[in-house]
């Protein structure tokens, strides 16, 4: 039975050896997880320059990426978040799924919020952060895109519409709560407008909102199960304007990284899971990201 003491110290010293000459171990892995870069890329040393070809490098090695958005790639086209300081969302916290469900004064100010913020989202439009990701695809290295938002804006960006899990929903139809049925999220607003206060369905009379995932609402097996799968076959998972801190997007880049895969966290804040990540950026994605995407051949 070897001594997993001398083992561990064995493995220190190569792996030192390894950053003076210029590589590091991506993890634990001295064999396939070795690459050319001067240091792990969230080690505060780093200039940004370096984080950004450290993260280039990476990508150029992975042609099945896994993309993870949330709320920061949408910020940059003017839709605000839920937890940055000056949020609309702070003063005037979202309805959550239950309340929906059993309070009628709940529902009233579900589209008294949607009144006001659905102007601002009509006026968005894909950042550069967005239209990198579409160079991406044309490069033909990413598998798809799984994203929190239910903007619509990497559909609007250019993607394939298959390429996009909305894991959160979307915002552009209209769903019933109890049969599900389906409708134009423009003419329930024209309803909603014209002064009905507590839309129903037709079908059912159930209650109808925007086919989006209210906090407390569970995600549909639809989305989820394809976002656990590409994350079970990516070759590099990518993490833009995510804070991880909402199950279950924030699971999934754990499922890519069981198999000893690259993580690339590209986040305004840091994440809790930066200290696991090759490679953390702490800048805004419409920013970075178009220069990472530039330095691929």
Not at 34 to 42: A, D, F, G, Q, Y
Not at 120 to 134: D, S, T
Request: charged residues 20%; hydrophobic residues 40%.
């Amino acid at each position: 039975m070897p001594d997993t003491n001398i083992i561990s110290q064995t493995h220190l010293i190569i792996l030192h050896m390894f950053q003076i000459s210029g590589y590091t171990f991506i993890r634990n892995d001295p064999v396939q997880h070795l690459l050319p870069t001067r240091k792990l890329s969230h080690l505060p040393m780093l200039t940004l320059q370096q984080q950004i070809e450290d993260a280039a490098e990476l990508l150029q090695h992975a042609h099945h990426i896994a993309v993870l958005t949330g709320a920061g790639i949408s910020t940059e086209s003017g839709i605000p978040d839920f937890r940055s300081p000056g949020s609309p969302w702070q003063d005037n916290p979202p309805v959550g799924y239950k309340a929906f469900i059993t309070d009628a004064e709940a529902r009233q100010r579900y589209w008294q919020t949607r009144r006001n913020l659905s102007a601002q989202v009509a006026l968005a439009h894909p950042n550069a952060a967005h239209y990198a990701l579409v160079e991406l695809e044309k490069m033909q290295r990413l598998a798809g895109i799984i994203t929190q938002n239910f903007d619509g804006l990497h559909q609007d960006a250019g993607h394939l519409p298959e390429r996009v899990i909305e894991l959160h929903g979307t915002s552009r139809e209209a769903a019933c709560t109890l049969c599900g049925n389906r409708s134009s999220m423009s003419e329930l607003q024209q309803r909603i407008d014209a002064g009905e206060i507590d839309p129903c369905c037709p079908l059912c009379g159930g209650y109808m909102k925007a086919a989006t995932i209210l906090f407390g609402q569970k995600v549909p097996d639809t989305a989820l199960l394809p976002a656990k799968k590409l994350a079970s076959t990516c070759d590099l998972f990518l993490v833009i304007g995510s804070s991880l801190k909402v199950t279950p997007a924030s699971m999934l880049p754990h499922i890519a990284l069981r198999r000893e895969i690259p993580l690339i966290i590209i986040n305004l804040q840091p994440t809790s899971i930066d200290h696991l990540a090759d490679v953390t950026i702490n800048q805004k994605a419409g920013e970075v990201l178009p220069r990472i995407i530039a330095l691929l051949r």
